[in-house]
Each structure stands twice: as structure tokens, then as C-alpha cells.
């Protein structure tokens, strides 16, 4: 197609010089051979630009099929982004959920040891409340009594 362009404005150049040259020089057998010639030559380069031209569209369809496959791929790489945005997601829950627990049960051991511990402090504190009533007594006895007051002396009570 360009080239039939080229050549539609290439002739007239041509035919002007011709012509130029064609009122010196009588056209002969020879010349009207060559000028056949030349026509079948442009013959040729006008199917080897047709040939050129549907290579050329041949091209340009396999540059959309190659376009479409790299949208192929590129919906295929949203797709695996989409993924790794999900796993990521998923695994930001785990390791919050984690993390919860871990406190959670950080809690519950402080909890409970604190709640299994108060009875035993109670205990002891009522323990010693009655140590201290029982000594308290002793040593009121151990006035009136010379015996007792010896036996707490001889256990370091007094």
C-alpha cells in the first residue's frame, strides 16, 4: 500500500524525464522492451510490498495475542496478590488470636494462683491469731503458777 503511493508519485517524474529525453531520442523496439521490463519489476516489488504488508498484520496480530496473554498474566498475578492479601490477613488473626490466649492464660495463672494461695495466707494468719491467744494465756497462767511460768522459762517463751 505505501509503496503504491511511492510509485504513483514516482511515475510522473519518471514520464517528465522521459519525455524530456524522448524529444532528443526516438522511441525504439529496445525501449519499449525495457519499459516492460521495468513494469514487471515494479510488478514484483508491488507483490513483495503486499507480502511485506501482510506480514506486517500478521505481525500486529500476534502482538495482540501476545498482549493478551500478558493481560492473561497479569490478572493471574492479581489473583496470587489477592491470595498472599488473604494469607496475610489470616495469619495477622492467628497471631493475634495467639497472642489473646497467651495473655489470657498469663491471667488465668496469676488468678489462680492468687485464689489457690488465699486460703493457705488465711489459714496462717488464723494459725498465728491463735498461737499469739494461746501464748497470751500461758503467760497469765504462768503468773499464778510457778510450774507453768518455769516451763515456759525452760521453752523460751518468757
Same mark, same amino acid.
Given at each position: 500500500?505505501?509503496?503504491?503511493?511511492?510509485?504513483?508519485?514516482?511515475? &510522473?517524474?519518471? #514520464? #517528465?524525464?522521459?519525455?524530456?529525453?524522448?524529444?532528443?531520442?526516438?522511441?525504439?523496439?529496445e525501449?519499449?522492451?525495457r #519499459?516492460?521490463?521495468?513494469?514487471?519489476?515494479?510488478?514484483?516489488?508491488? !507483490?513483495?510490498?503486499?507480502?511485506?504488508?501482510?506480514?506486517?498484520?500478521?505481525?500486529?496480530?500476534?502482538?495482540? +495475542?501476545?498482549?493478551?496473554?500478558?493481560? +492473561?498474566?497479569? !490478572?493471574?498475578?492479581? +489473583?496470587?496478590? !489477592?491470595?498472599?492479601?488473604?494469607?496475610?490477613?489470616?495469619?495477622?488473626?492467628?497471631?493475634?488470636?495467639?497472642?489473646?490466649?497467651?495473655?489470657?492464660?498469663?491471667?488465668?495463672?496469676l488468678?489462680?494462683?492468687?485464689?489457690?494461695?488465699? &486460703?493457705?495466707?488465711?489459714?496462717?494468719?488464723?494459725?498465728?491469731?491463735?498461737?499469739?491467744?494461746?501464748?497470751?494465756?500461758?503467760?497469765?497462767?504462768?503468773?499464778?503458777? &510457778?510450774?507453768?511460768a518455769?516451763?515456759?522459762?525452760?521453752?523460751?517463751?518468757?
Amino acid at each position: 500500500m505505501r509503496y503504491k503511493s511511492r510509485m504513483i508519485a514516482f511515475l &510522473p517524474v519518471l #514520464l #517528465l524525464a522521459h519525455s524530456a529525453f524522448a524529444k532528443d531520442i526516438s522511441y525504439t523496439l529496445e525501449d519499449r522492451d525495457r #519499459l516492460i521490463r521495468l513494469e514487471a519489476k515494479f510488478e514484483q516489488i508491488d !507483490k513483495r510490498f503486499e507480502q511485506i504488508d501482510k506480514r506486517f498484520e500478521q505481525g500486529d496480530k500476534r502482538f495482540e +495475542q501476545i498482549d493478551k496473554r500478558f493481560e +492473561q498474566i497479569d !490478572k493471574r498475578l492479581e +489473583q496470587i496478590d !489477592k491470595r498472599f492479601d488473604r494469607l496475610e490477613d489470616v495469619m495477622m488473626g492467628g497471631f493475634g488470636l495467639l497472642f489473646t490466649a497467651m495473655i489470657g492464660m498469663v491471667g488465668f495463672v496469676l488468678w489462680d494462683r492468687r485464689t489457690a494461695l488465699a &486460703p493457705a495466707i488465711r489459714e496462717s494468719r488464723e494459725l498465728r491469731e491463735r498461737e499469739e491467744r494461746l501464748e497470751r494465756i500461758l503467760k497469765e497462767i504462768a503468773l499464778k503458777d &510457778p510450774n507453768v511460768a518455769e516451763a515456759l522459762r525452760h521453752g523460751g517463751l518468757v
